[in-house]
């Protein structure tokens, strides 16, 4: 038989679309709680100590959030959560790979600003501050192109690009203003909050869009 899929993970981080990916799927998968992303034995996982981290059923490690994403695309091609046909492809590539080295960069800079900078408190501060502004302006963007016309990126059919979308809006600092003041990004969040796995990958994650 097999190997199981390994996700490392933590709540509230990136592991949480791939997870409920893996579910979804019904891919044999097995989940592994990181304590500390800076113990030598993650460390040894994954140097840049970070979540998530896969493990594929063949051994290989992979980390980025994103690849696992197309990973799973490849391995699940008749999976509802994947793109079909070329124009679908092509706008999921785009906006997956915007969610990932802009969206989810801004919201790393609020957070671990301490990559961001070697500065002091108030430098730190800033950089958040500037994280924020920047989630704003790439939310609204994001809104405006890749959610015209929607409900979804790839228009009435969905795909976990939407799945990671909703990910990286519980991570807003205030996440019922965000969805207000976006709501087009709103309709979506609540069409990847309908589908049937994911409130107990929410719930485990600790994440959430408040009442
Ligand atoms: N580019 C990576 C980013 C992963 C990442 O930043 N993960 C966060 C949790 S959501 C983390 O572990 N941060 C710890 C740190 O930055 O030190 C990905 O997409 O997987």
Known sequence: MANPYRLYWTPTSGSFVVELMLREAGAPHETIQVEDRRAEDFLAVNPLGKVPVLELPDGTVMTESAAMVLQLFDAYPEADFTPQGAASWTKARRWLMFLTCELYTAYQQS?????????????????????????????????????????????????????????????????????????????????????????????????????
């Open 111 to 211: 957070y671990h600003s301490e990559h961001f900078t070697v500065g002091s408190r108030i430098a730190r501060e800033e950089v958040k501050s500037a994280g924020r502004g920047r989630v704003r302006e790439l939310w609204k963007i994001f809104e405006a192109q890749a959610l015209d016309p929607g409900p979804f990126v790839l228009g009435e059919r969905y795909s976990a690009v939407d799945a990671y979308a909703a990910m990286l809006a519980s991570w807003d600092q205030s996440p019922e203003v965000l969805l207000t003041i976006r709501p087009r990004l709103g309709s979506l969040v609540q069409a990847v909050c309908d589908r049937p796995e994911t409130a107990a990958v929410l719930e485990k994650y600790r994440l959430g869009f408040g009442a």
